[in-house]
């Protein structure tokens, strides 16, 4: 089975808004051996909806088709008068859909909702209709010449929560495609990766190859290939399994999904708990570790001291030391680190200090550089980055760079036994 994903939103198509749905989609439809054919991006517009639609149609493989977006109660959502000319139903008004509508809105606003509200409640003839425990817009689904439209709305948490739905009802027919699992790496560029793992691919046959997706300094790793024959597909989970030992310094998908949660996790075995002094990431780590749910077992405080009066209140840092040594230091992130972690009593603490950019920076220390301490009861070891791009680019590196730290010791004190 293929599929079509449709995303319709005029900011989409005009780079206002970043897309979400047709990542999400397309990886989880992959994941259920279901190849996204195409995927179309349209503005709120009821003609080239349709047309995308018929495009869709036209492709003999496709048999699911998911369109996203343009369910709103605003003239300018269309998607509902485009679908039904599309599959030549009338669109019909359901009573128990606008009452739902109006019971959400009363629960979670206390009012009755708008008036043009009621759009959300129309749906083609015979569609089957899919409530929306996260918003007001319910999805539907239609059958149509031998195919399934699955419509929902463009909100991603919304979007996720029907894919959730549609994973439930679909039925795949067998799949020649073949994927391994990902897994997924941190501390490592991709082109060091390609050199260490190549000789360990070697016993691949010809239809399986390796594929390398670079993310925001991580590196997600697998094998696929087309109509793999079971001792093809054995082949593959060896390769796999010999990487998961040869690269497990890098590895974090064993513990976590992403680098906080894979760090999350390794303190949850150890009983541990964090604590972490921000100055250039502005307390994007902490952020990003708060993020994962039950983080509250092990992450204690984090401060944002960004200006050097802070760094003297806050935590200590002598005036001195910051007039001589700049507070871009590696004895002023060693001291960050040590002085939180007392602080807050834990048994971690991470500190940063670097320059963002794009200003701030001198000849001896330009923009994108940055200091990382990590401290535990017997040492404090701090490590010096230089990294390129934006101030958003500097500041995700700075973290994910703080994660691999600490991600490298936490599991060197597991394998050791604690």
Known sequence: MKAAIICVGTELVSGLVQDKNAFYLSHNLVAEKIIPQLILFVPDQKETIIQSLQFAFAQPEVQLVIVSGGLGPTEDDLTREAIAEFVQKPLVFVTEAWERICSFYQKIRGVAPPPNNERQAYFPEGATILYNQMGTAPAFKVDFKDKRIYVIPGVPQEANFFWEKI?????????????????KLIGIGESDLEQKIKPFLSPLPPKLKPAFLPRDGEIWF?????????EEEKVALSVIARLEQELKKYLFSSYGNSPEEAVGNLLLRLNARLAVAESCSGGLLGHRITNVPGSSNYFERGLIVYSNQSKEEELAIPQGVLSREGAVSEVVARLLAENIRKKAKTDYGIGITGIAGPTGATPQKPVGLVYIGLADSQTTRVERFQFMGDRETVKKRTTQSALFMLFSLLREKIENGF
């Open 222 to 230: 697998y094998i696929s290939g087309d109509s793999v024959a079971p």
């Open 167 to 183: 994973k439930a009802e679909i039925q795949p027919e067998a799949s020649s495609f073949y994927r391994t699992k990902i897994i």
